[in-house]
């Protein structure tokens, strides 16, 4: 079990391997010596942070927070981490700019309906004052936070107004159902599991949503809620706007963990700042073919993943395709360079024959 390793234990086996994750690049003997030894307030360890890297060495990249104060205690490697993923040279996170959603200068990405399947936007947010799962240490904890997300979710009106549905009571058809169709959080993702994030599953963990399921809060699963609006087709504008509108609904109910130039706190460091993935499901049959979809979204800083999330595979051609940067620039910006970047590999698959 992950949880057995000891901090030795854990740099022998990443020290060792030829993982190309951005642990390994950046968790030198220097900043290994240095904290060792250290723990935050809540108890948390480097051991907590790098477990999940150290046991899958295929991560990308390996390390996770093991609660709040994991940013200040453990602050040269997670700067040097996250300022390489989010391709930033200081933690300079602007405060939040969501843009002016009622003027908003693009609409449906794919009007004819040719390629992009469907649309989700997405943002995490951490309840001030709460831990990440390493440092969660009772069960009360979490169902203090289920508590008080649905009091606030059970306040929203119109098209945000939803019903919550706990895990510890769904059945497995229904569980299954929902994650076939995309909605729903899975519970065998071994890098979460192995950060400590499936401790005390399935309790406090569930999932809010409207009657069409376009907007969706996932609750204590790999952050300690998830946002998220989504719909069929590729109507970035009608998404993007929904969500902002459950975030300003939200905010003034519920407090977040936030950083000065970090932006909001999540628990893995790539989602750190305004948290943002934009994200389409996009038929590229030829650029995948071509073998050019990485170089083109490497080009365009986006992230292709599988059909089913992050570390699955593509079906029949279609890849999610979303923003890899998070932090140093705001969500509309982030939104921007999503947009742009699809636009262009909608363009490129189009120039092949
Ligand atoms: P994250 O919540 O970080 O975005 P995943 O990559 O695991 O995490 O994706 C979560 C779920 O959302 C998966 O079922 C995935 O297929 C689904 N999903 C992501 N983007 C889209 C999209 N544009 N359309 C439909 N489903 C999507
Ligand atoms: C990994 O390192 O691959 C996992 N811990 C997941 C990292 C988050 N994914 C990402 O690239 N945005």
Known sequence: ??????????????????????????LTKDVYEKYKNVKTSLGGTLADCIRSGSCNLDSGVGLYACDPEAYTTFKNLFDAVIKDYHKVSGLNHPKPNFGDINKLDFGD???KGEMIISTRVRVGRSHEGYSFPPSIKSSEDRK???????????????????????LET??????????????????????????????????????????????????????????????????????????????????????????DGYGYLTFCPTNLGTT?????????????AANQLNDICAKFNLQPRGIHGEHTESEG?????????????????????????VQAVIEAEKKLK
Do not use: C
Request: no cysteine; hydrophobic share 35%.
């Open 1 to 26: 079990d992950a949880k057995d390793y000891t901090i030795d234990e854990l740099w022998g086996m990443l020290s060792k391997s030829d993982s190309k994750s951005l642990l390994k690049k950046h």
């Open 276 to 288: 943002l993935r934009a994200s389409v499901h996009i038929k590229v049959p030829k650029l995948a």
């Open 144 to 166: 203090d936070m289920e508590k008080k997300t649905i009091e606030a979710l059970n306040t929203l009106e119109g098209e945000l107004k939803g019903k919550y549905y706990s």
């Open 170 to 259: 769904m059945s497995k058809e229904d569980q299954k159902q929902l994650i076939d169709d995309h909605f729903l959080f899975k519970d065998d993702d071994r890098f979460l599991r192995d950060a400590g994030g499936y401790s005390f599953w399935p309790e406090g963990r569930g999932i809010f949503h409207n009657p069409s399921k376009t907007f969706l809060v996932w609750i204590n699963e790999e952050d300690h809620l998830r946002f998220i609006s989504m719909q069929q087709g590729g109507n970035l504008a009608e998404v993007y706007k929904r969500l902002v509108n459950a975030i300003n609904q939200l905010e003034k109910k519920l407090t977040f963990a936030k950083k």
């Open 317 to 341: 051609g279609v890849y999610d395709i979303s923003n890899k940067r998070r932090l140093g620039l705001s969500e509309i910006e982030a939104i921007e360079e999503m947009r742009k970047g």
């Open 109 to 111: 990405l794919d009007p």
